[in-house]
């Protein structure tokens, strides 16, 4: 099936950096998600886009929709602990399956 | 409150012994989904339904089974077949076909002893 490959895998950073982390599949997608998942916990749902180009924000967070339609990127701004947690894109390919496709996940981990 | 509940948290299994995991919302969701979490990798499609009665196999289907009798629930049988099943399992509902932003369970941890 269609795959996503995002990265990086894994970051490190201190406390207050910004952080980005980005999707690229060779399908073309209608539809980008990124998800935050907390230690034992299902992934809960950060941003969603619908459309090429859009940029969307929520709150220290900002993520867009990649004009080819085939890539995104997040953005945390100046990060706290409780940013700690596995963070993953998934997107719907444009031939209407009715299912998403994840990202391997990006997991960031926060030094005081 | 509205939401999924997947029961148990923490499953443990013997070797050779069927298990099912629970998966109930009350979001009045129409489809649901089960998806496979392992270290380092992304989430794998199990098995969906998009409505009672229905349901269609996801990339890593063989050895688990499913059955959607009810709206509100969406079980999952790990039987003795899917030969490396300890891993976090994951539940999803969404609320139609124009809404992707999945709701998820909390999960089961699915060992095998």
């Known amino acids: 099936g269609q795959q996503l490959n995002q990265s990086p895998q894994s970051m490190f950073i201190q406390e207050g950096e910004d952080v980005s982390m980005n999707c690229t599949s060779s399908?073309?997608?209608?539809?980008w998600l990124w998800y935050k998942q907390d230690p034992g916990e299902g992934p809960v749902l950060l941003i969603a886009?619908?459309?090429?180009?859009e940029l969307t924000s929520n709150g220290r967070l900002t993520a867009q929709f990649g004009i080819t339609r085939k890539d995104s990127f997040l953005n945390i701004s100046a990060s706290i602990p409780s940013d700690v947690g596995i963070y993953f894109c998934a997107g719907r390919v444009i031939q209407g399956a009715q299912k998403l496709v994840f990202g391997q996940g990006t997991r960031l981990t926060i030094n005081p | 409150d509205g939401g999924i509940t997947q029961s148990p948290k923490y499953l443990f299994r013997k070797e050779g012994q069927n298990v099912t995991l629970s998966c109930e919302q009350n979001?009045?969701?129409?489809?649901m989904y089960w998806y496979r979490q392992d270290p380092g990798q992304g989430l794998r499609l199990i098995y969906y339904?998009?409505?009672?009665?229905?349901?269609q196999k996801g990339d890593i289907a063989e050895g688990y089974s499913v059955s959607r009798e009810k709206k509100e629930s969406f079980p999952l049988t790990v039987t003795s077949a899917q030969k490396n099943p300890t891993a976090f399992y994951l539940c999803?509902?969404?609320?139609?076909?124009?809404?992707?932003?999945?709701?998820f369970g909390s999960g089961t941890r699915l060992t095998v002893v």
């Open positions: 979001l009045n969701h129409d489809a």
């Open positions: 999803a509902s969404r609320v139609d076909v124009l809404w992707y932003g999945y709701t």
């Open positions: 399908s073309i997608f209608n539809t």
């Open positions: 886009l619908y459309k090429a180009g």
């Open positions: 339904s998009q409505i009672v009665n229905d349901f």
